[in-house]
């Protein structure tokens, strides 16, 4: 189906209802509106004081919710009517919650700087703690010198009988002796002072400074724990404080989302143009919403008028895909890839069954599918999630019915074997195989048939693609050059199917002849066509009868030659349809990793007595929740892959440009309808 029809329109209204149609157009989130003063910025102080106040709900926000007790598995959900958050945001004296909530943490973070501060002093004195003098006592007289600091452990006995040999008047007090240093005071006379000084830069004496205060260092220590411990004191009660605001948190963010819609509804408001008396809005609008904002704001005045008007030359025409319930999940995969361009198909229908399907093929295990059903339906059941959030997981909960008979199909349940399970659930083919009950192939020992199916799938995908590609090109561009060239390949396709299935089997042997001619008839109608074209160019370029009979001869030859070789293009195609080979592969991994599970898990149980059991459901469990999460990873991206490669590139240029309307965006709460 097309992209949803987009135009350009213009609103121009009575300047004194611009809030109200403003409001009226954010509640109806169908129109993008378009900047008409780029260059010309004017935003009003209403409009800065509100996001001021929207910055200092985020902070407070941001700041309470470490300290809000969590509501539930999920956390809290907030939902409201747009009617309730406005409501409800007025009636919260936010500011002066936000005041609070800055007072206290300047508080709190002075405390923990203060902390910072005396933890350093700390450990900056710590090595010198045990000196016995006083802070004062190691003051240098007119006659003596003092010095406290350390120098390494393992040098200061050398140290000490050096000192000795200068002056029996050198006086050496050990402070403390570690590992590593060793702390001391020395005291000398000022007639040993060069030698001294001397000594101590031989063995790298590193002095300590001391602190401007008098008494005992040890003293001095005991004070900063004291006051250290006040200050996390005060932390701990501003963090009471702060528990007991965070009660606030939910209107808190009811009044964030609130802002956020005032800002924007400013915000778009000055992207408008002005007269005397009037505003003018210019922008994208959805072609079917038009009677539906007409009547909205006909609702509030009648002094508006909306224009269409024609694009400018160059202007791209934003782009967005709707489609119903069931098929906007697929609408992950789209975006993906991009959007289609606003000339091109949406191709969200046309992949949704076969990406399901991959998805299946790659994952091949019915268990799987019905953990992965279970789990994706909780989480839509109880949590709220952003809308397209919520379309992802809605498309994973339909891979895991699909999984779930795909992996019934082939007999994959949590990597078991068909002799691992009670025989209730398990029946004889009729080749002595035994098989799970509704298992019709079993992928590790006929891969061949898996190999075939996908590229069967593979084959009808790549069809479609050139079928769509046909219908694109025929009712959008150039219908000569799609009947001429794309329609010939839509012909080659569907005799080569038919061929094939003759030769397979699946069609009667009586109709091979048939689908023989039929096949050689479209290569015959590719070579004849380039023939012909070719030929016909010639014709027409030549002026004389005889240049018209020559280039026209000419331009048959020329043209076999060029039929010939476009018929390369089918090689193309099996390419492409190799491609389809990778869900044999994933599919295959799924099942051996599971296997490998399984196996691992008996042996470990085998080897280790009692508590071998315990282990052997953790790796049960473990393993196969590891293998669901990395194949459905995996079988999500290569299914997208199929799509994007083998089936995008035959019908979609892509690259759209999205369509952003004007509307209310909420990160808190979930507007109730």
């Not at 936010?94 to 203060?114: L, Q």
């Not at 089918?570 to 869900?583: E, P, T």
């Amino acid at each position: 189906m097309p992209v949803a029809k987009i135009k350009k329109v213009q609103i121009v209204a009575s300047a004194e209802q611009k809030g109200k149609i403003l409001k009226a157009l954010q509640d109806e989130g169908s129109i993008q509106i378009i900047d008409a003063q780029k260059d010309v910025k004017k935003y009003s102080s209403q409009g800065k004081s509100v996001e001021l106040d929207y910055a200092n709900v985020n902070f407070a926000i941001g700041l309470l919710s470490k300290y809000q007790e969590k509501k539930g598995l999920f956390g809290e959900s907030i939902e409201l009517t747009e009617a309730e958050v406005e409501e409800e945001a007025k009636k919260v004296n936010h500011k002066e919650i936000v005041k609070e909530c800055m007072e206290i943490e300047d508080k709190k973070n002075n405390a923990i700087n203060e902390i910072s501060i005396l933890q350093g002093m700390i450990d900056q004195y710590k090595e010198i703690e045990k000196c016995s003098f006083k802070i004062e006592d190691l003051k240098d007289t007119d006659t003596a010198i003092v010095e406290i600091g350390k120098i390494r452990s393992i040098q200061f006995e050398e140290f000490s009988e050096e000192s000795a040999k200068i002056s029996k008047l050198i006086e050496l007090s050990k402070i403390d002796l570690t590992s590593q240093w060793a702390s001391f005071v020395i005291i000398y006379y000022n007639d040993v002072r060069k030698e001294v000084e001397a000594l101590l830069s031989k063995y790298k004496f590193m002095k300590a400074e001391l602190p401007n205060a008098k008494g005992y260092i040890k003293d001095l220590i005991c004070d900063w724990e004291e006051k250290k411990e006040a200050c996390q004191k005060e932390i701990k009660k501003y963090e009471k404080n702060l528990k007991k605001i965070a009660e606030n948190l939910r209107a808190l963010k009811i009044v964030h989302d609130f802002l956020l819609w005032e800002i924007e509804k400013n915000q778009e408001g000055e992207k408008s143009e002005h007269t005397m008396s009037n505003f003018i809005i210019t922008g994208w609008m959805i072609k079917k919403e038009q009677s539906k904002i007409e009547s909205v704001l006909e609702k509030m005045t009648k002094e508006f008028i909306i224009i269409d008007i024609k694009p400018d030359d160059g202007e791209e025409v934003p782009v967005t895909i709707n489609n119903n319930r069931y098929l906007s999940p697929f609408e992950a995969v789209t975006k993906i890839f991009g959007l289609p361009k606003s000339t091109e198909l949406d191709p969200t229908p046309y992949l949704a069954a076969f990406f399901i399907i991959y998805f299946g093929l790659c994952l091949t295990d019915a268990g799987y599918g019905i953990v992965m059903f279970i789990a994706t339906a909780l989480v839509l059941k109880f949590v709220n999630l952003p809308t397209e959030t919520r379309k992802l997981v809605k498309l994973l909960m339909y891979g895991g019915v699909v999984t779930f008979f795909i992996g019934a199909i082939f007999g994959g349940w949590f990597g078991l074997t068909a002799d691992q399970v009670p025989e209730s659930l398990t029946y004889l083919t009729a080749e002595g195989e035994r098989m799970f009950l509704f298992q019709k192939v079993n992928a590790l020992t006929d891969p061949l048939t898996v190999l075939i199916i996908a590229a069967v799938l593979g084959f009808i995908q790549v069809t479609v693609g050139t079928f769509m590609k046909f219908f694109h090109e025929f009712f959008n561009y150039d219908k000569k050059e799609a009947l001429l060239e794309v329609a010939p390949w839509c012909y080659m396709l569907v005799t080569l199917g038919l061929f094939i299935l003759t030769k397979a089997g699946v069609i009667p042997e009586a109709f091979g002849p048939l689908t023989k001619n039929l096949l050689s008839s479209a290569f015959g109608l590719i070579i004849g066509l380039s023939v012909i074209r070719t030929a016909y160019g010639n014709f027409k370029g030549a002026k004389t009868v005889a240049q018209k009979l020559i280039m026209s001869v000419v331009g048959m030859i020329v043209g076999m030659l060029k039929g010939f070789l476009s018929l390369y293009g089918l090689v193309g195609y099996m390419s492409d349809i190799l491609s389809y080979s990778r869900l044999l592969a994933l599919g295959l991994a799924t099942a051996i990793i599971g296997l490998a599970v399984n196996i691992i898990g008996v042996l470990v149980k085998d080897m280790i007595p009692v508590i071998g059991w315990v282990l052997m459901v953790v790796i049960f469990i473990g393993g196969h929740l590891f293998n669901l999460l990395i194949n459905s990873l995996g079988a999500y991206i290569h299914s997208g892959r199929l799509q994007f490669v083998e089936f995008f590139g035959k019908f979609m240029e892509g690259g759209g440009l999205e369509f952003r309307p004007f509307s209310k965006k909420n990160k808190y709460i979930y507007i109730k309808k």
